[in-house]
């Protein structure tokens, strides 16, 4: 499976916007980028996916630069309830098998202050 | 819609006891996914299963761990004679389809083993 690395922790301020960034260089042409994030004690939920061009949804933002070497997820506005750890994770639609799994890496823990 | 249900939320078991792990995927989800958590650590892939048949196990422990998703009722998961090493928090995962790469996978809140 492609390997995705991001940083280990970043830090945001309430009402400001969070650039969290994560590199795939080994990426291939038919892995999807996903991303999940888990808020303390619960259980990893959906945020955002893109192939090629750039997503948005009510949750987030979804940057993919042009070579899909490496993407950012834009939070516009950071609440408190956005501290979350962050998982950059790719998914392969090609025929091989084991598209099914999600292959979670160390993510992101996103500190937000009032 | 109900989401993904996990029961127990909470496990105690002693060293030697059988835990079993309970999980319903959302109303119209044939298929399910198994992670495990350590302390302190992320998420591992353990199983998927659709009715009555087991897909992809590569991430099974291969003794004592065991996961079945029956025609009809919940998905188990079961460990037997649990040591200390199996806390974690175990998270049930249910999707639609077959889990491509657009597919999404909803997560259940996890059941947190203990072992005594």
């Known amino acids: 499976d492609a390997k995705t690395t991001q940083p280990n922790s970043m830090e945001s301020n309430e009402e400001e916007p969070v650039h969290l960034p994560c590199n795939h260089s080994?990426?291939?042409?038919?892995?999807?980028i996903h991303w999940y994030r888990q808020l303390p004690s619960q259980g990893p939920e959906y945020v955002i996916h893109g192939l090629t061009s750039n997503v948005n949804n009510r949750m987030a933002s979804l940057a993919i630069a042009e070579d899909r070497k490496s993407s950012t997820l834009i939070l516009h506005r950071a609440t408190l309830r956005d501290a979350a750890v962050y998982y950059c994770i790719l998914r392969d639609i090609g025929v091989s098998g084991g598209y099914n799994k999600l292959i979670f890496g160390a993510g992101t823990r996103l500190a937000v202050h009032p | 819609n109900a989401g993904v249900m996990q029961n127990p939320r909470h496990l105690v078991r002693r060293r030697g006891q059988e835990a079993r792990l309970r999980c319903s995927p959302m109303?119209?989800?044939?298929?399910v996914y198994w992670y495990r958590q350590l302390p302190e650590e992320g998420l591992k892939f353990m199983v998927y299963l659709q009715k009555e048949n087991i897909i992809d196990e590569s991430g099974m422990p291969k003794e004592r761990f065991s996961a079945e998703f029956p025609k009809e009722g919940p998905s188990i998961l079961r460990i037997q004679q649990v040591v200390r090493g199996d806390s974690a928090a175990y998270f049930c995962?249910?999707?639609?389809?077959?889990?491509?790469?657009?597919?999404?996978?909803?997560f259940g809140p996890g059941t947190r083993l203990t072992v005594l």
């Open positions: 109303k119209g989800h044939s298929h």
């Open positions: 995962a249910s999707s639609p389809s077959q889990g491509r790469g657009t597919d999404t996978q909803y």
């Open positions: 080994t990426i291939s042409g038919t892995d999807y």
